[in-house]
């Protein structure tokens, strides 16, 4: 039975650890013994207590494992992914880090380590699709529309951070890249609103946010977008916030000191956003793929709407993130994919049986990637 | 010649100051000397550098005056009025300070002054006009919708404050006192908002502020608001900045120190709602006034729409505000009215002469109440 590592227990990694341990020998790893206690308690998972920014002991930890999966925090993610690769070990990486992946490229070869990063469902599972019709046609347009929710739609924001809300200020406020007529464009975060309609769900609201990643280097494709979706009136708030000054970063003399209105403006919504234990969410995704295939239009639709799980008190966007890394995680076990070097999505999703594995896999635990093909 | 002391030489005690002095013999007093600087550079107007909180030299200065304008912020009008009271002066009082006027009843009975207080637009010609009719017809309802807004609509906020931008977030946050049905009810500040139609500016959005004061005491009818006027989206803005905590006076420690986050939007808001020199802005006041005479069904309409001066570089406000201020002025210094004790500007409507007096004072500086009978 292979031996896997789970670097972080935070919400989606101890899903993912749990996942895992029906069928390997997972032991999960983090600063915070609160949630190893938990997972040792309920599930057939060892726990460490590590301080995983110690890239020392981190190292000597590594030696014990065949498989790695980093689950840390984002602002961590890098340095410890390169650590992961210095040891050796084949890796899944869901940190989503804010550095360039491919910078860890050349080191990987050497090392013979295939390093499968961002393997979410956005980014992850977007790229992934896209890359299996993009060796099959000739893709003129991506569109990626994504969204967590809550069910319940309480004002004035009608929103709850299923991951940590300074991620979500984050993304509200830095510039989004996209594609256009092949080139790279950036356009302000929140920009170009567009409305969707969601069966079931309604109407949502779209707009840009900066989520192409590895996609602006790796594709060749003239057109590519991904848009966050929000309930119709989050977005108009959020604007507002931003353009009266409360995301400013620059500090304002107070009284008591000087404070960045961010800082303030980020406790406040916290409050807010805070996604209670059992509260009731889900993820949305449309994908749309356009292009030409023999000669032919081709326009290809995936629709993800996945719901928290009551039954096991598990996110929708646990589910949707960990259930997609985990599977790229036996793509690795079960050498099904082995490509020396950084891989993101978009190439494993070229392979064939990869394809089908991960969506199968992802089927066996009630997610549903609906394709239409006109 | 009388002589008229000023004290304050802000916006609108400036102008009152410049208005009074073609007829008067008129010294400003101010702490600040660069207002006083430009009084006494361009107009016939003298000018006394001198902190009004200092009573004892206060008394003294008085001693020199026929009569006295009061025009201090109204966080120190209360204890100004009072000093003014003791040194046996009378005077116009258009400080609004927030303290309940009739606590100094008795000792300007006992002094036997004169004191005409919150005689401006609103408060001050709202309550005038209703004073007058209440005498001459059964009132069984009383509205008034204000505002003073800027001729350019710029988002996020489409406002400017003619006043003091702190005493504008008091009026969004203090609960408002209506008479509904012979009792005062308290609704929050903010609340129900409805349209209103005027012509030449279009559609604006009035809600709920606490502008009643005296009116409360001084007048027996059932059904009696007052509203703020703003146009359409504003107050969505500020409700929404209310509901998510921005308007929150407990402390929130950041890592700099512990702040309220009022303070912080205090001055972010600051910012937007500043009023240039010289920018083009209106006041706008709509009266109804319901009721019956000679056994008839009666309604009442007064309309106010008047408009910076660039001639002259005044406000509207200064001058809906000033020139009710210095014809209230002119009628203490004419004997047209005289009452010891203190006197909203309720009582002074109640009088035939002053009533025409004051519309004529006005009109004659091209503020104009139209008046329509139904």
Chains 1, 2 share one sequence.
Not at 107 to 132: H, Q
Not at 143 to 151: A, H, I
Request: with cysteine; net charge negative.
């Amino acid at each position: 039975m292979k031996k896997i590592v789970v670097l972080g227990a935070g919400m989606v990694g101890s899903a993912m650890a749990i996942d895992l341990s029906y069928n390997y020998d997972v032991t999960s790893v983090d600063i915070n013994t609160q949630s190893l206690k938990l997972l040792e308690k309920d599930y057939n998972i060892k726990t460490i207590n590590l301080n995983v920014n110690d890239s020392g002991k981190l190292s000597d930890l590594l030696a014990n494992y065949d498989l790695v999966l980093n689950a840390v925090p984002g602002f961590m993610g890098f340095n410890t992914l390169k650590t992961i690769i210095l040891a050796g070990k084949n890796v899944v990486d869901i940190s989503f880090f804010p550095e360039d992946c491919f910078e860890l490229e050349l080191l990987a070869v050497e090392k013979g380590v295939t390093a499968i990063v961002d393997f979410g469902v956005a980014p992850g599972m977007n790229y992934f699709l896209l890359g299996y019709h993009y060796k099959r046609m000739k893709v003129n347009d991506f569109k990626c529309y994504v969204g967590g929710l809550p069910s319940a739609r309480k004002l004035p924001f009608q929103y709850k951070a299923p991951f940590s809300p300074i991620d979500v200020i984050e993304e509200y406020t830095r510039e989004a890249r996209y594609m256009r007529n092949g080139k790279i464009v950036t356009m302000p975060a929140l920009s170009e609103p567009e409305y969707l309609e969601f069966d079931s769900i309604g109407t949502l609201e779209a707009f840009n946010t900066d989520g192409l990643r590895s996609l602006l280097k790796t594709m060749k494709i003239d057109n590519m977008l991904e848009k966050t979706l929000r309930y119709p009136g989050h977005i108009e708030k959020i604007q507002f916030l931003k353009d009266a000054g409360f995301f400013d970063t620059e500090t304002i003399e107070l009284k008591n000191g000087a404070i960045s209105p961010i800082e303030l403006t980020a406790k406040l919504l916290f409050k807010h956003w805070k996604l209670e234990d059992g509260e009731d969410e889900f993820t949305v995704m449309r994908i749309i793929i356009e292009g030409e295939a023999d000669g032919a239009k081709k326009v290809i639709t995936y629709d993800l709407h996945d719901k928290y799980d009551a039954k096991t008190n598990t996110s929708s966007m646990s589910r949707t993130t960990g259930y997609a890394g985990t599977a790229a995680m036996n793509l690795l076990a079960k050498n099904l994919y082995s490509n020396p070097g950084i891989n993101p999505p978009e190439y494993i999703g070229m392979d064939d049986e990869c394809y089908a594995y991960v969506l199968n896999y992802q089927k066996d635990r009630g997610i549903y990637y609906n394709l239409s093909v006109k």
